[in-house]
T-cell receptor
Framework: LAKTTQPISMDSYEGQEVNITCSHN???????ITWYQQFPSQGPRFIIQ???TKVTNEVASLFIPADRKSSTLSLPRVSLSDTAVYYC????????????FGSGTRLQVQP | GAVVSQHPSRVICKSGTSVKIECRSL??????MFWYRQFPKKSLMLMAT?????????EQGVEKDKFLINHASLTLSTLTVTSAHPEDSSFYIC?????????????FGSGTQLSVL
């Protein structure tokens, strides 16, 4: 199973760009990288998924270097409502049940 | 996206009773669903993988007789906490897998806060 490592916490201010990096040195060839957001007492919410290079959607961007041993979630111009825990998840091949959540990164956005 | 509905959102029960939690995929069929447990300020811990029409696969350390999982249809999985005790109090979250291969994504229910008195 690909283990992930993220910073435990990050602080930011409204309007700033926030980049959260996840390390996954043991990522397998077929593994995708997915990021989730979780608010207290709620289930995680899908943010973005990618395999290599860069992926962008209306919420965030995901940067993945060529060796794929890490990935960076970029949140542009954060607001107070982006205060949450962000999880990096590697591997969604349910045949291998690679569904382990790491510790996540607790992002605190200040006014 | 896709919608996964989980009920109840909160339940309080007496020690020794059993509690059933339902997880439904509302707009897609899910042959595989997952159950997680989460303690305050901790990450999600996978408890078991629920497969439609077959027995669930439990993670190491999870008592299958304690946490009964049934996945009788492609849109419904249930988790029953049997003879609940205070140490079973936790936040339980289900998820369903949609898509195949490179398009596969997990969608989560809103969670169930179980409090055992």
């Amino acid at each position: 199973l690909a283990k992930t490592t993220q910073p435990i916490s990050m602080d930011s201010y409204e309007g700033q760009e926030v980049n959260i990096t996840c390390s996954h040195n043991n990522i397998a060839t077929n593994d995708y990288i997915t990021w989730y957001q979780q608010f207290p007492s709620q289930g995680p919410r899908f943010i973005i998924q990618g395999y290599k290079t860069k992926v962008t959607n209306e919420v965030a961007s995901l940067f993945i270097p060529a060796d794929r041993k890490s990935s960076t979630l970029s949140l542009p111009r954060v607001s107070l409502s982006d205060t949450a825990v962000y999880y990096c998840l590697v591997g969604l091949d349910t045949g291998r049940r690679a569904l382990t959540f790491g510790s996540g990164t607790r992002l605190q956005v200040q006014p | 996206g896709a919608v996964v509905s989980q009920h109840p959102s909160r339940v309080i029960c007496k020690s020794g009773t059993s509690v059933k939690i339902e997880c439904r995929s509302l707009d897609f069929q899910a042959t595989t669903m997952f159950w997680y447990r989460q303690f305050p300020k901790k990450s999600l811990m996978l408890m078991a993988t629920s497969n439609e029409g077959s027995k669930a696969t439990y993670e190491q350390g999870v008592e299958k007789d304690k946490f009964l999982i049934n996945h009788a249809s492609l849109t419904l999985s249930t988790l029953t906490v049997t003879s609940a005790h205070p140490e079973d109090s936790s936040f339980y979250i289900c998820s369903a897998s949609k898509g195949l291969g490179t398009n596969e994504k997990l969608f989560f229910g809103s969670g169930t806060q179980l409090s055992v008195l």
